[in-house]
T-cell receptor
């Protein structure tokens, strides 16, 4: 069974639209960490955010925000007023004994 | 500040050949990882290391070997390359443990023909 599910394989939005990337995870641990990484067309992976299982506060960083809900095992990522530079593949990941990555959501922002 | 450096960036191998993918980090991180990324499959952990002299298998270790003789270096060895090993390989490191953010190299695109 997939530990991290990103059901949206590809999303296209027009610039300035808001977009939410979904992430659902599965774990039996009570203490765990969740991550989001960005992989732009150039190919490198860039860390965006880390959340621990005890902190359910939403986080906002500029145009980016994250909604963590333990009750639904979800850690969704919203980009407000999307820009072309946001075009990338975004990965959600769960840390247990080691890190499990989702299959990624490819976001295309159309100018 | 180099971070995580992988070499080579691209390589084509023939079936049955062997090669070593090099990875070095200059951040004094204890943990290092090797992943492979296949289209639509996300990243899968091949091997990881919690410190010099200690390595362990990840999700997909078959066909690969690793060593960790120093804190800085974590090479990945492919023996008897097979077409199924065609992939993009990423090396990463993190400070202290897997709960820390990982820093990734730029990747190695490997084709087995």
């Amino acid at each position: 069974a997939q530990k991290v599910t990103q059901a949206q394989t590809e999303i296209s939005v027009v610039e300035k639209e808001d977009v939410t990337l979904d992430c659902v995870y599965e774990t039996r641990d009570t203490t765990y960490y969740l991550f989001w990484y960005k992989q732009p067309p150039s190919g490198e992976l860039v860390f965006l955010i880390r959340r621990n299982s005890f902190d359910e506060q939403n986080e906002i960083s500029g145009r980016y925000s994250w909604n963590f809900q333990k009750s639904t095992s979800s850690f969704n990522f919203t980009i407000t007023a999307s820009q072309v530079v946001d075009s990338a593949v975004y990965f959600c990941a769960l840390s247990e004994a080691f890190v499990y990555f989702g299959t990624g959501t490819s976001l295309t922002v159309i100018p | 500040n180099a971070g995580v450096t992988q070499t080579p960036k691209f390589r084509i191998l023939k079936i049955g050949q062997s090669m070593t993918l090099q990875c070095t980090q200059d951040m004094n991180h204890n943990y290092m990882y090797w992943y492979r990324q296949d289209p639509g499959m996300g990243l899968k952990l091949i091997y990881y290391s919690v410190g010099a002299g200690i390595t362990d298998k990840g999700e997909v270790p078959n066909g690969y070997n690793v060593s960790r003789s120093t804190t800085e270096d974590f090479p990945l060895r492919l023996e008897l390359a097979a077409p199924s090993q065609t992939s993009v390989y990423f090396c990463a490191s993190s400070y202290r443990d897997t709960n820390q953010p990982q820093h990734f190299g730029d990747g190695t695109r490997l084709s087995i023909l």
